[in-house]
């Protein structure tokens, strides 16, 4: 039987325990982000359409995790390409449903300016409103953008994973002739 050289990432760990600890990360982040949303949903007044749509993604993210796990601990090349594919399209639907909730916040802030305002003149309350629906705006792109660097080198790692499992079923079908001297 032919050795498969294991592939590593952050310069030595093995993909396999990239893959377990991503799917467990997903499995409660999602969950987690996905509750968090839930609660706020009933809180919020504005864009509900786009706290719904990241609701959706992040719960679909916890599911999508446990293909990633089982196929990680089973070490099952059909559950890591399941995993890999769900999580390529769960990237996908990331970033378009992201774009839309980004939108949606620069489309509300003149709304929970006002809001914040409350009518009143002073130039010390305009500024932190100002401020405020600035800072927020600043937050929100920067979690985005960094939820999906997150998730497209997860994507890279499962990818590199997905090789090495092709690699060694590869390997254990390849019979070698010993006989033939």
Not at 175 to 180: A, G, L, V, W
Request: glycine share 8%.
């Amino acid at each position: 039987m032919t050795r498969v050289h294991t592939r590593t990432f952050c310069c030595c760990i093995p993909v396999r325990a990239g893959v377990i600890l991503l799917a467990i990360m997903g499995l409660i982040g999602g969950s987690g982000v996905a509750a968090i949303g839930i609660i706020n949903l009933k809180r919020s007044e504005g864009s509900k359409t786009a706290s719904i749509l990241q609701v959706i993604i992040y719960l679909l993210l916890a599911i999508v995790a446990i293909f990633g796990l089982i196929g990680g601990i089973t070490r099952r090349l059909t559950f890591i390409r399941v995993y890999l594919t769900m999580l390529f399209v769960h990237l996908l639907f990331s970033i378009g449903s992201g774009i839309y909730a980004i939108h949606r916040n620069f489309k509300d802030a003149p709304k929970y300016i006002a809001d914040c305002k409350s009518g009143s003149q002073e130039v010390g309350v305009i500024k932190v409103c100002n401020d405020g629906a600035t800072l927020l705006k600043t937050f929100m792109i920067a979690s985005f953008i960094l939820a999906w660097l997150l998730e497209s080198w997860a994507c890279a790692i499962v990818a590199q994973y997905n090789k090495q499992l092709a690699d060694e079923e590869r390997s254990q079908s390849v019979m070698k002739d010993t006989e033939s001297w």
